[in-house]
């Protein structure tokens, strides 16, 4: 079966991400609720609808239940049809070698039969964690202007930070949509390399079918970044970068999850959901059943996002409340992030505070950081929780889910970690 | 191997027919280019999903809707039917508009002529019961407990009713029921009434009473008029009664009020909880609402605020359909505003209501004036108790005032600083 427009993509979301802690206990990266409404891999999909590209893969393995739910029929990213559809790929077992996925490379290498079976002219290999709007289009174009064998999206970085990242120097003038890749580096200590891979690959096929056939020695798990792509730099291969210079959102640590979501307000956002086309499934938790968000007699809300189905009754300021979340009479929530169904009640105090699912504050409790600790790090409250009246929880906090109620009637020091 | 196992599915018993042809002239310039149970409510709803999803929630799945009137709206905000699960092997909603054909060539005279007239839907479905009811109301009821109803009494018809406050009864179809309930008079739209029970225009028929009524005279065209009463005086006719929050919004004042109703914690009225559903899918688009953004500096208090709307300035006890706009400075109250409207800076919106894509320019206010009780001149059983109106896509330039019971059409052109004194119609 020959596809319509030549693309196949591959989407990785099968990681957990330990930095998030918490809000990746029951669920990948890639389904971690985001901008009040979304998941995080939506805004891959929605890239790739907007771009026309619509025969889609994704390959996850870890609590994939989520995903498989948000997912759904494809039908929210328009992408059911002959040639549309988006197919969800487990590690699964063979008559030969069954395993789990060792990485990134090894989970598209393990579904090659799949790709082969697509005769894709480019394979597009994307991360489904980041939060960008990008038309894939015009780095496919550049990847076949070069004849490439393979193309990687490149934002710019500072090199202070290239340890986070794969780098990478690239000799194309300024000015010019990218370059070939001259050096390659994954999360080194120290570089002076100044793109920072974005995790957007453009493969010719043949050549990642011969890659992905190669041992790489020595490992048990194989990674594009960090072991496929050096040694095709290093081996010479038409290896091109295509700059990206756009808003590209990283959400890798709760910090930098909070300081994402926190670019989606003030005077100026920086993520633009409707200009993005963002399109998410709104059968998945029912959102699409909520009534209008009902707005009360002595609410004061400021800089906020808050969508259907919530009530507010007291006081939202610099927050984002997904559908169903309720905010009490005397109630203040403060630069806090509000995850789906939960209930916050009377004269309750949040203040950066990052809330997963269906927790309860009861009255009057305190969590998250205090007048004058404006450096403080975030809260984080897993799913289903209940939080006493009295309770008096400090900043940089990390609840596990399902804690025992009694475990948090006290007092919490900042920082603390309660399993 | 039990039961479950190896028998199948039994088919459906109940076929639903949708009334929803109704022009509702009184809603004026809101039915200008819909039909009634098109018009938007409650923010994210149209009217006719109350009923959809009422069905829905029943277990019901073979609909038809009968539509005549400016069907295309509606049309494509049913879709497929899917937004109410009723896609499926043996699920299905269809549309039925009136059609011409080697004997039925006519537009539908009224509703059991409608009915009349798509008797092949009906024997293309087989079923022990039909259910007609009307698209145009606001309620949540359980028909499956009608149903219900109508096999223990052994009825042929059986009519939904409620008891209704003061004058409001002669608007409506009144039945006097025995301990038994069943029907023994009835007396459509009465002057003097006799009763306080009036019709919901929800009717469950056993299919063959109902195959073998349309078929004895052609001239009965109409349920309440004609079919109704004949049958009470010699068929098995009883009264379902309903207890609960029950609507219709024919008119501005009623449809204004029950929006309000969803302000108030107390009204008996919350779509969510009721299950009812919509069709956002329906306008095609090309990203999903995001949630609703309030800038530094925004004041709301007692509304309801759909996804896509971005608030700068006030709001005040109104309801906001996705997508409307209000910008710093402006100020909306006591008012429904439908889907994309922008209310640029300084702007005022007071006591109106606003159809989609109505842009309302700098400084301008729409509803001024303290006499609400001068009806509106053109429409004074339309307008009069100080609400305005505003059509479709209507730009409002700067600087431009409208008084009270105003009607602004959707093809009026106004200029800058022009003044619109209370009761006017452009």
Not at chain 2, 278 to 293: K, L, M, Q, Y
Request: glycine share 10%; with cysteine.
């Amino acid at each position: 079966m020959k596809l319509k427009h030549g693309t196949l993509a591959m989407i990785l979301a099968g990681g957990r991400v330990d930095e998030l802690n918490v809000l990746t206990y029951y669920r990948p990266k890639s389904a971690v609720p985001f901008g009040g409404l979304y998941r995080i891999i939506d805004f891959s999909l929605s890239n790739l609808m907007n771009s026309g590209l619509e025969r889609v893969a994704i390959l996850s393995q870890y609590r994939n239940f989520s995903l498989i739910n948000h997912i759904g029929s494809s039908a929210a990213w328009d992408m059911v049809g002959r040639n549309r559809g988006i197919s969800i790929l487990p590690p699964f077992k063979g008559s030969e070698k069954s395993s789990w996925y060792r990485g990134s490379a090894d989970a598209v290498a393990q579904n090659l039969d799949f790709v082969r079976y697509h005769h894709p002219e480019v394979i597009l290999i994307l991360s489904g964690d980041h939060v960008y709007h990008m038309d894939y289009r015009q780095i496919i174009e550049y990847h076949r202007g070069n004849e490439a064998d393979l193309t990687i999206g490149f934002v710019p970085v500072a090199p202070e930070k290239s340890h986070r990242f794969g780098v990478a120097t690239l000799d194309g003038e300024d000015g010019s949509p990218g370059g070939r890749v001259l050096e390659y580096r994954e999360k080194p200590e120290k570089s002076s390399c100044n793109w920072a891979s974005m995790t957007v690959f453009c493969f010719r096929p043949e050549v990642l079918y011969e890659e992905l056939s190669r041992e790489v020695e020595g490992r048990e798990n194989f990674e594009f970044g960090r072991d496929i792509i050096p040694r095709m730099v290093a081996e010479g291969r038409r290896i091109f970068g295509y700059k990206y210079f756009d808003y590209w959102g990283y959400t890798r640590t709760v910090e930098e999850y909070w300081q994402t979501s926190m670019d989606l307000l003030g005077p100026a956002p920086r993520i633009h959901l409707e200009e993005w086309g963002l399109r998410t499934n709104l059968e998945h938790r029912a959102i699409r059943d909520y009534q209008p968000l009902r707005v009360g007699a002595g609410a004061d809300i400021s800089d906020s996002l808050i969508y259907n189905g919530c009530q507010v009754e007291g006081r939202v300021k610099r927050s984002i409340l997904f559908p169903g979340v309720k905010v009490g009479r005397g109630a203040t929530v403060k630069d806090s992030i509000v995850f789906f169904d939960t209930s916050i009640g009377a004269e309750a105090k949040l203040d950066k505070v990052i809330c997963d699912v269906n927790v309860v504050f009861e009255e009057a409790c305190l969590v998250g950081r205090r007048r004058g600790e404006s450096e403080a790090a975030a809260t984080v409250v897993g799913w289903s929780n209940v939080i006493p009246s009295g309770a008096d929880i400090g900043a940089g906090c990390t609840l596990y889910p399902h804690l025992d109620r009694k475990r948090l009637g006290g007092c919490i020091d900042n920082g603390e970690v309660v399993k | 191997m039990s039961r479950e196992f190896c028998s199948f599915r039994p088919p459906p018993t109940t076929v639903v027919f949708l009334l929803a042809g109704g022009v509702g002239s009184r809603l004026n310039v809101l039915v200008q280019s819909r039909a009634k149970p098109a018009v938007p409510f409650g923010g994210l709803y149209r009217i006719i999903d109350f009923s959809l999803s009422n069905v829905m929630n029943s277990g019901l799945d073979q609909v038809g809707v009968l539509t005549q009137y400016k069907p295309l709206s509606l049309m494509r905000h049913l879709g497929t039917g899917e937004a109410w699960d009723f896609t499926g092997r043996s699920r299905g909603v269809k549309v039925l508009p009136p059609r011409t054909g080697s004997k039925d060539s006519d537009w539908y005279q009224g509703t059991a002529d409608a009915v009349r007239q798509n008797l092949d839907f009906l024997q293309n479905h087989a079923s022990t019961e039909v259910i007609i009811l009307s698209g145009d109301h606001i309620y949540q009821m359980d028909l499956e407990e009608m149903l219900e109803f109508h096999r223990r009494r052994q009825a042929d018809i059986t009519v939904a009713m409620m008891e209704v406050e003061g004058e409001q009864i002669s608007q409506f179809g009144t039945g006097i029921t025995d301990s038994d309930d069943r029907i023994v008079e009835w007396e459509e739209k009465p002057e003097v009434p006799r009763t306080n029970l009036a019709s919901m225009g929800i009717y469950v028929f056993s299919t063959e009473y109902l195959l073998a009524t349309l078929e004895r005279n052609r001239l009965e065209i109409d349920f309440g008029m004609h079919i109704i009463p004949r049958a009470i005086e010699r068929d098995n006719v009883f009264a379902y009664r309903f207890r609960g929050y029950w609507r219709d919004v024919g008119t501005i004042q009623a449809l204004w009020e029950a929006n309000m109703d969803l302000l108030r914690p107390d009204s008996g009225i919350s779509p969510q909880e009721w299950g009812i559903r919509s069709n956002p899918e329906a306008d095609g688009p090309v990203a999903d609402r995001c949630p609703a953004r309030f800038a530094a500096g925004s004041r709301v208090s007692g509304s309801l605020i759909s996804a896509g709307c971005r608030i700068a300035g006030e709001v005040v006890n109104s309801v906001l359909s996705p997508g409307v706009v209000v910008e710093e400075g402006a100020v909306v109250r006591d008012s429904v505003i439908f889907a994309d409207c922008n209310i640029k800076a300084g702007a005022t919106v007071d006591l109106a209501i606003l159809d989609k894509k109505v842009v309302v320019g700098h400084g301008s206010v729409i509803g001024r004036g303290d006499n609400r009780q001068v009806p509106n001149h053109l429409h004074p059983k339309h307008l009069y108790t100080g609400i305005t109106l505003v059509g479709k896509k209507v730009l409002i330039p700067e600087r431009v005032v409208v008084g009270r019971n105003c009607i602004v059409n959707s093809e009026a052109e106004l200029q800058p600083g022009m003044l619109i004194p209370t009761g006017e119609t452009v």
